[in-house]
């Protein structure tokens, strides 16, 4: 695992590095000179891992940890670049679930000790070793970006099974093959009640009381648009949304929207949103990713738009500058739109960040890497190039998505420990959603345990909302077919937009709302206003809209049968009428 191949060779000198005590909140750096030893010019990637300390029936640990990277720029024969790679500990703690190293405490982690930093061509060549100590062991007892709380979301949660429940084993590096899994058994294969009985369960797991709340106002007279949230002057481009979610003028807003809009609004979100003209939010159109604009039914459906390299070449540049340029040039496709219809691309169902845990994945080819850093560190940079030019991504699909087959039935069950999915499933997703700043989100097929990711309180609040200060919209993959994608179950779980395109799909009894109901459809309309006013649906304002010219011909030709009909009609009844005339005549 590591950089490729190339075309010329490199030396590299390794400096002292900038400490070597592990603090928590600290982060060590070295600088490495890389010297072309060739005779073609070309670019070479320093990579940096790390070990820490493993005991024995404590905490399990790979040995080694990709913790930085950096790649060099174009070095000619003969002459050097000097690069500086970062390691923070904070990606390389532990997540003990279940206190395996004894000492009352379950979450990310540092054990005291010896700890090797690693400055490596890939993960098995080191060029130079940098001993690390670590005197007391560290706690990330919260988030270290936000201080929200981080405590076991899927182990030891009452009335729901462990996200590991149906593991047989757990691999160790001590016993690898007496811990290697066994093939399930008939009575494993067949499952309990009680497994059925929760895979079946739409509930939500959304603890919240709305008893206490007020119903919130609707259909309030209109005091605020959403292009007055706009400065008076065009900012210079950032991945930085403009307007902020916390911004006190979105009350006005929301009080504002009419109920029927609010629904149809999250309940039609396949490709596209629906336009609120009363408060100013246009239509915006959407596309398939991650290699560019596309549809994943049908390429003309797309018109005038790129397809690029798949991910898992985008990756092995591991070059970060190379994919956030990558992005602005999707923006700007983005900007341009799409050729047929003359609309701009305010969205992209990308990058995709799982994990490649197989070579046989089903979305391999849109994932970027086996590794979650590498992964998240290019999709935070294709993120932050995208929203640089207005376009939202949503990053997908979230998350320990890795299988298409039968995905549609009733949602695959993923069964992983809370520390893989911290440590790897998860991270891709942290390190792009706080690198990139995303605005955007998209949510899997699958279950983590027996509970499907897009309705998932503990995921989508919890998690990603919660401990990582995500705001803005999560959308559900594709809703049209599969009915265990329950829309009441996801809006309360945190979701905010439902990717279908039948009423089947739809959460729309409005007649019939709770204010829990009321509640939830609030802010999840707010997710979807906030990303789009900070999007390029807000370039130009919109004055009204024309009618499809598809159902434009739809109505001339209905009213051009219609006329045929009666036509056909008229020389019938003439017809028969001429006929009888000629038979009573002759008669």
């Given at each position: 695992f590591g950089y490729g191949l190339s075309y010329t060779t490199f030396e590299w000198e390794a400096g002292e590095p900038s400490d070597t005590v592990i603090t928590k909140d600290g982060t060590i750096s070295v600088d490495v000179t890389v010297t072309n030893t060739g005779s073609v010019a070309g670019k070479d990637v320093v990579q940096l891992y790390a070990t820490a300390p493993y005991i024995d029936g404590q905490i399990?640990?790979?040995y080694k940890v990709l913790v930085g990277f950096a790649k060099t720029d174009v070095i000619e024969p003969g002459a050097s670049d000097t690069v500086t790679v970062e390691f923070d500990p904070y990606d390389l703690a532990s997540y003990d679930y279940r206190d395996a190293n004894a000492n009352g405490f379950s979450g990310y982690e540092l054990d005291a000790g010896e700890y090797t930093l690693h400055v490596a061509r890939n993960a098995h060549e080191t060029a130079a070793e940098i001993a690390l100590t670590l005197d007391e062991g560290v706690r990330y007892d919260t988030d270290p970006d936000t201080g929200v709380a981080v405590v076991n979301r899927y182990t030891g949660v009452e009335g729901v099974m462990d996200s590991d429940a149906q593991l047989s084993t757990v691999l160790s590096r001590m016993d690898w093959e007496g811990t290697w899994p066994d093939a399930p058994t008939d009575e494993e294969r067949a499952g309990s009640a009680t497994l059925y009985a929760e895979i079946e369960d739409i509930t939500t797991n959304n603890p919240t009381d709305y008893s206490t709340y007020e119903w919130p106002m609707f259909g309030a007279q209109v005091s605020t648009t959403l292009r007055d949230l706009l400065p008076e002057t065009t900012p210079e481009q950032s991945a930085s949304p403009i307007i902020s979610y916390d911004d006190e003028r979105w009350d006005a807003i929301l009080d504002a929207c009419l109920e029927t809009d609010m629904i149809d609004l999250i309940n039609n979100g396949a490709y596209h949103t629906l336009p609120m003209e009363n408060i100013g939010m246009p239509a915006t159109l959407h596309g398939d990713g991650p290699v560019g604009f596309t549809n994943f039914m049908n390429r003309e459906q797309v018109?005038?738009?790129?397809q690029y390299v798949c991910e898992p070449v985008m990756a092995a540049t591991w070059n970060v500058e190379l994919l956030e340029e990558l992005g602005r040039v999707i923006g700007e496709e983005g900007i341009f739109g799409d050729t047929?219809?003359?609309s701009p691309y305010?969205?992209?169902?990308a990058p995709g960040v799982?994990?490649?845990?197989?070579?046989?994945g089903g979305r391999n080819?849109?994932?970027?890497?086996?590794?979650p850093y590498l992964s998240g560190i290019l999709g935070g940079a294709e993120i932050r190039g995208c929203q640089e030019k207005g376009v939202v991504c949503m990053v997908k699909h979230f998350v320990a998505n890795e299988q298409e087959t039968h995905r549609s039935i009733g949602g695959n069950l993923s069964w992983l420990t809370e520390q893989s999915l911290r440590e790897i499933y998860l991270k891709a997703f942290e390190l792009a959603v706080k690198t990139g700043e995303s605005r955007g989100l998209m949510t899997s097929f699958n279950r983590i345990g027996t509970r499907w990711t897009g309705g998932d309180y503990r995921l989508l609040v919890d998690i990603l909302r919660g401990e990582w200060g995500?705001?803005?919209?999560?959308?559900c993959d594709f809703n049209t077919i599969p009915q265990y994608m329950n829309p009441r179950q996801m809006f309360y779980g945190g979701g905010s937009l439902d990717l279908a395109t039948l009423t089947t799909s739809m959460w729309t009894d409005c007649d019939t709302f709770e204010t829990g109901d009321a509640t939830v459809l609030r802010r999840a309309v707010k997710d979807v206003l906030y990303s789009f006013v900070n999007s390029n649906a807000m370039n130009a304002e919109v004055v009204g809209y024309n009618m499809a010219t598809w159902r434009v011909m739809m109505y001339v030709a209905d009213a051009a049968l219609a006329v045929i009909i009666v036509l056909w009609g008229v020389l019938v009844y003439r017809s028969v009428r001429k006929r009888r005339k000629k038979e009573a005549a002759a008669q």
């Open positions: 399990e640990k790979p018109s005038g738009t790129c047929a219809s003359g305010s969205s992209i169902y799982n994990i490649h845990r197989s070579p046989f080819q849109e994932y970027f890497s086996e590794d995500f705001n803005g919209t999560v959308i």
